[in-house]
């Protein structure tokens, strides 16, 4: 099992350690570095500058929102970091939600699936740069050629020749099928909440996955004494994501939660969130549930947790906090010595 260090998106300032941290954990010997976006900061700069200040770390999106570039523009992205990297570079990518795509970017949501499918044949395309990118879906037309079109668009080739023409690519998901599909096209998945002690309710979805096949889990981790304490932020983070990370009615944490036993809960919580009780909705998480998502407690809890994780099939946790400015060294420190 590797590890990972996610220092997630920016929250309402910039996470100022973040490259401090990156090294720390490329000097523990952690195999990659993830950062992600939402709605404010992006994915890609923080990399950018991450890479500046390390040399064998890989650097990670997770995730990118596939909305938010298109496939040729992700790819001229990716070809540019990896270049700038010397090919530490690897593509976590997801569909996000329809809060976010049709709030944010203006885009229609439906058919998610079918928009992953499509936008990867683009991506891959575009990288290996063995012909024009000539591509006629339902989601994407390049050339273009619907309402308005000069129709003078031509298959284009890009002008930079990448430094690999395939580059790791991770689907983040959490439903069956988006998993299914992970399975079936990409070189890895990233799910957000999962637990090495009911990882067969993906059994079907990930059947037909390939050997090398990587699951990077995000994995909230506190080192405390107090385990109340340690439990604080990941239940934060759960009645968020349970409340307002999605719409009331088509949640998908909500519906994976449901699927990992907590349906019950997940609704008590949702509604608590709604009615503006967010305290109410924080402490109404299960304990149960944060802790087997997360590394939580003392030294010695932490170590014995882990070795539960390395009888999963995950391949990679993905150390993290909710609020990356209470991330120590510490924590990083004790993950490695445990499991390294």
């Known amino acids: 099992m590797k590890l990972g260090l996610h220092l997630g998106y920016w929250q309402k300032q910039p996470t100022d350690r ?3 941290l990156a090294k720390t954990a490329e000097a ?13 900061s992006d994915c890609f700069t923080p990399l950018a500058a991450i890479a500046t200040h390390t040399s064998k770390i890989r650097l990670c999106t997770g995730v990118m929102q596939i909305s938010a570039r298109t496939p040729v523009c992700a790819a001229m992205s990716a070809l540019t970091l990896d270049h700038l990297s010397n090919g530490r570079l690897c593509l976590g990518v997801g569909v996000s ?27 891959q395309m575009t990288l290996a740069r063995e012909q024009g990118v000539e591509y006629q879906g339902n989601q994407y037309r390049l050339p273009y050629d619907g309402p308005n079109s000069l129709h003078l668009g031509k298959p284009l080739k890009s002008i930079t020749h990448p430094l690999r023409k395939k580059i790791p690519v991770f689907l983040g998901a959490e439903g069956p099928k988006n998993i299914a599909l992970a399975a079936e096209r990409f070189d890895g998945w990233m799910p957000i909440f999962v637990s090495p002690y009911r990882m067969d309710i993906f059994k079907d979805s990930l059947a037909n996955k390939p050997e090398g096949f990587e699951i990077n889990a995000m994995v909230n981790t506190v080192v405390s004494d107090n385990l109340e304490e340690a439990m604080f932020p990941g239940k934060m983070t759960m009645a968020l994501y349970l409340g307002g990370m ?20 997940a609704q008590k919580v949702q509604d608590l969130w709604y009615a503006n009780k967010h305290e109410e909705a924080i402490k109404a998480v299960p304990d149960a549930l944060v802790d087997e998502i997360s590394l939580l407690g003392s030294r010695d809890r932490i170590r014995e947790r882990l070795q539960d994780w390395k009888k999963s099939e995950v391949t990679t946790l993905m150390i993290g906090h909710r609020d990356n400015f209470d991330l120590s060294v510490e ?6 010595e445990a499991l390294l």
């Open 18 to 20: 973040f490259i401090e």
């Open 28 to 40: 523990l010997g952690y195999d990659s570095v993830f950062t992600a976006e939402a709605y404010g």
């Open 97 to 123: 939600g329809p809060q976010v795509v049709e709030g944010w970017y203006g885009q229609q949501f439906k058919r998610p699936l079918e928009r992953t499918r499509e936008w990867l044949d683009i991506f």
């Open 246 to 265: 999605g719409a009331k009615d088509d949640n998908f944490h909500k519906n994976l939660m449901d699927r990992m036993g907590f349906g019950d809960e």
């Open 331 to 336: 924590t990083l420190e004790v993950v490695a």
